[in-house]
Nanobody, 115 residues
Framework: VQLQASGGGLVQAGGSLELSCVFS????????MGWYREGPGNQRDAVAT???????VYADSVKERFEISRDNAKNTVYLQMNTLKPEDTAVYYC??????????WGRGTQVTVSS
């Protein structure tokens, strides 16, 4: 499975960005997709996940501001980020987990929120 993330950039606080992650390869047994981020502390934390059935989970810090969605026809998962805050600044990674618990990561995309 290969993952290609895009959509990062520089935005002012209060602004919005949408990240996209395109999956390719053997995607038939992917059961969970998600977005994670690494801030200045270099700890990779979960931001939002979505199951193959569409069940979503969000980190408390992004609830009501971020929305994860997927387009199965395009093998793409999105992260719509609204009301961005400086503390959202991080490198964002998309991931995919298969039925056999293999986890794949895409390259990160930088999101910088200026105050």
């Amino acid at each position: 499975v290969q993952l290609q993330a895009s959509g990062g950039g520089l935005v002012q606080a209060g602004g919005s960005l949408e990240l996209s992650c395109v999956f390719s390869g053997s995607t038939f047994d992917i059961v969970l997709m998600g977005w994670y981020r690494e801030g200045p502390g270099n700890q990779r934390d979960a931001v939002a996940t979505i199951t193959s059935g569409g069940v979503t989970v969000y980190a408390d810090s992004v609830k009501e501001r971020f929305e994860i969605s997927r387009d199965n026809a395009k093998n793409t998962v999105y992260l719509q980020m609204n009301t961005l805050k400086p503390e959202d600044t991080a490198v964002y990674y998309c991931s995919a987990q298969t039925l056999r618990d293999r986890i794949y990561w895409g390259r990160g995309t930088q999101v910088t929120v200026s105050s």
